[in-house]
C-alpha cells in the first residue's frame, strides 16, 4: 500500500491510522484559547478547608470567631465587589493572616463569596 508515496505495511497502516486519529482528536479537543472560569463550587471547597478556623463560610457550619465576619456578611456588604474582595484576601487586614493562595483558587473563592449575595 502506498500513502503520500511511501510504501506502507498493513500494521503500518494501522499505526498511521491510530497516529492520525489521536493527533485529529487532540487538536479538535484544544481549538480556541484554554480559559478556566472561577468556579464556586472549587471556591468552597478550598474556603472549608482554609478559612473556617475563623470566618463562618457556609450554612453547615456552626463556629467561628466572634469579630469576623461571615462569607455571606462579607458578600452582602453594600457595593461589594470581586476586585474588594480580592484585595483584602491579598492585602488582609489584621488578625487575618496572609494566605498562600494562586491566582485561580483566589477568583474561585472570591466568587464563591459573591455567590452567597442575597440581592
Known amino acids: ?46 474556603a472549608e478547608r482554609v478559612c473556617t478556623n475563623c470566618h463562618l463560610v457556609s450554612d453547615r457550619q456552626t463556629k467561628a ?19 474588594a474582595i480580592m484585595t483584602r484576601i491579598v492585602i488582609p487586614n489584621h488578625p487575618m493572616p496572609v494566605i498562600p493562595i494562586t491566582k485561580s483558587e483566589l477568583e474561585d473563592v472570591t466568587a464563591y463569596i459573591m455567590s ?4
Open 65 to 83: 470567631v466572634a469579630d469576623v465576619p461571615s462569607f455571606a456578611a462579607i458578600a452582602n456588604k453594600p457595593n461589594q465587589t470581586e476586585g
Open 116 to 119: 452567597l449575595r442575597s440581592e
Open 1 to 46: 500500500m502506498r500513502i503520500w508515496g511511501f510504501r506502507v505495511s498493513l500494521g503500518g497502516s494501522a499505526l498511521l491510522a491510530f497516529v492520525l486519529i489521536l493527533g485529529l482528536g487532540s487538536a479538535a479537543q484544544t481549538q480556541g484559547p484554554v480559559t478556566s472560569l472561577p468556579d464556586p463550587a472549587r471556591g468552597k471547597a478550598l
